[in-house]
Nanobody, 126 residues
Framework: QVQLVESGGGLVQAGGSVRLSCVAS????????MGWFRQDPGKEREFVAT????????YYADSVKTRFTVSRDNAKNTVFLQMNSLQPEDTATYYC???????????????????WGQGTQVTVSS
């Protein structure tokens, strides 16, 4: 089992920045990658970004790749999502995920991920 705890969400004005954190515990060695997803009520969970623990390979959704940066601190089993130039359409609950394997196409699929955090709300006001 892997436990994930997100933090760092909140209310921010359009154009502002937020940094999310996700601390992983438990059998973290079983997951080669960590992912970030987001979801609005009534909508499907949407892929945002992913990073591998070993070499820091990253992959982003097109909608965020020029504004968001995913990083990790292996010593602290923590991944981060730095979100800049936020827009109202970025408003969502953001989830950290672990346990998926595969390439970029597979990692975009929420069904591929075994473990999820509780989510943290990010609200961007216009």
């Amino acid at each position: 089992q892997v436990q994930l705890v997100e933090s760092g969400g909140g209310l921010v004005q359009a154009g502002g920045s937020v940094r999310l954190s996700c601390v992983a515990s438990g059998r973290t060695f079983s997951s080669s990658a960590m992912g970030w997803f987001r979801q609005d009520p009534g909508k499907e969970r949407e892929f945002v970004a992913t990073i591998t623990w070993s070499d820091g390979w990253t992959y982003y959704a097109d909608s965020v790749k020029t504004r968001f940066t995913v990083s990790r601190d292996n010593a602290k089993n923590t991944v981060f999502l730095q979100m800049n130039s936020l827009q109202p359409e970025d408003t969502a609950t953001y989830y950290c995920a672990a346990g998926a394997q595969g390439g970029s196409l597979q990692l975009r699929d929420p069904a591929r991920w075994d473990y999820w955090g509780q989510g943290t709300q990010v609200t961007v006001s216009s």
